[in-house]
């Protein structure tokens, strides 16, 4: 098998620019965990760089066009090419409870779920880095006070640092994207627990966010929240001016309030 069809249904552009895969393979710092999981490898182009690297590289792929590729042309990835939805997947069956990173040049169609699902294994993903759509990017990187700063900006914020690395031109893609993609860092705070209730605080975020344009105070009216909460003056603001704190700090007068 020489080459593998980018199939449109399922977001597939293949990097072709090298200096490039060996830059994203490069924001890894490799500390705290002793395995990677590549989602998306397509034909290797990062894996390759990966797979020297001093940790163990495993892939996940639903396209068995590109299992069958990697299986003939990466005799390293032996036993470690999962052929599955990382959706889907439960990624346990392979890492057991153990630290590992995630990175990948994400199809742009499910990136936005990679990154919530990723949420959902925090406890044992420190790093992870990737190329996503630029503006997606940018969004999960963002701060407070602009369009773009939303829910997943202080989702992913509550729990990483996030650092948004470099741009990338669409010719470097076969076949090139309509749009520049951009390549991201998130490294997992210290403490990332969260002082208020994570199910609350999540609710607080996406409620607040479906109606930006409105204060918290009418946004948050689905909530029952008291009379008198609603008075206090963080109600006065709209989702956007409030910072991953803010959010905390709303999250828990909340549930003072008894919701």
Not at 175 to 185: D, E, F, M, Q
């Given at each position: 098998m020489?080459k593998?069809?980018a199939?449109k249904h399922?977001?597939?552009h293949?990097?072709?620019d090298?200096?490039?895969?060996?830059?994203?393979?490069?924001t890894l710092n490799l500390?705290?965990?002793?395995d990677?999981?590549?989602i998306g490898?397509?034909?290797?182009v990062?894996?390759k760089?990966?797979?020297?690297?001093?940790?163990?590289?495993y892939?996940?792929e639903i396209?068995?066009?590109?299992?069958t590729?990697l299986?003939?042309n990466?005799?390293k990835?032996k036993?470690?090419i999962?052929?599955?939805?990382?959706?889907?997947y439960n990624?346990?069956e392979?890492f057991e409870?153990k630290?590992f990173?995630?990175i990948?040049?994400?199809?742009y169609?499910?990136?936005?779920?990679i990154?919530?699902?990723t949420?959902?294994?925090r406890d044992?993903?420190p790093e992870?880095?990737?190329m996503f759509?630029?503006e997606v990017?940018?969004r999960?990187c963002?701060?407070?006070g602009?369009k773009?700063y939303g829910i997943?900006?202080v989702?992913?914020?509550?729990?990483?640092?996030a650092?948004?690395?470099?741009?990338?031109d669409?010719n470097v893609?076969?076949?090139?994207?309509?749009?520049?993609?951009?390549?991201?860092?998130?490294?997992?705070k210290?403490?990332?627990?969260?002082p208020?209730g994570?199910?609350l605080?999540?609710?607080?975020v996406k409620?607040?966010?479906?109606?930006r344009r409105?204060?918290?105070?009418?946004?948050?009216k689905?909530?029952n929240?008291?009379?008198?909460?609603?008075?206090d003056?963080?109600?006065?603001l709209?989702?956007?001016?409030?910072n991953?704190?803010?959010?905390?700090?709303l999250t828990?007068?909340i549930?003072a309030?008894?919701v």
């Open positions: 020489e593998v069809t199939k399922l977001g597939q293949f990097l072709k090298e200096s490039i895969a060996k830059d994203i393979a490069d500390e705290g965990y002793d990677v999981l590549e490898p397509g034909m290797g990062l894996t760089y990966l797979l020297d690297k001093p940790v163990n590289t892939v996940i396209d068995t066009e590109s299992v590729y299986d003939q990466y005799p990835l036993d470690r999962i052929s599955k939805d990382f959706l889907k990624i346990n392979i409870g630290q990173a995630i990948g040049n994400f199809p169609n499910i990136s936005t779920q990154v919530f699902r949420l959902e294994y044992q993903i992870f880095a990737g759509q630029k990017a940018q999960i963002e701060k407070k602009t773009a997943l900006s989702l992913v914020q509550a729990f990483y640092d650092e948004y690395l470099f741009t990338v669409e893609f076969i076949p090139p994207p309509k749009v520049k993609s951009g390549v991201l860092r998130l490294r997992r210290k403490d990332y627990s969260l208020c994570e199910k605080f999540f609710t607080v409620t607040a966010f479906q109606q409105k204060t918290l105070r009418n946004s948050l689905t909530l929240l008291s009379d008198s909460l609603r008075e003056e963080i109600f006065n709209r989702p956007e001016q409030l991953v704190e803010q959010f905390i700090e828990q007068k549930e309030d008894g």
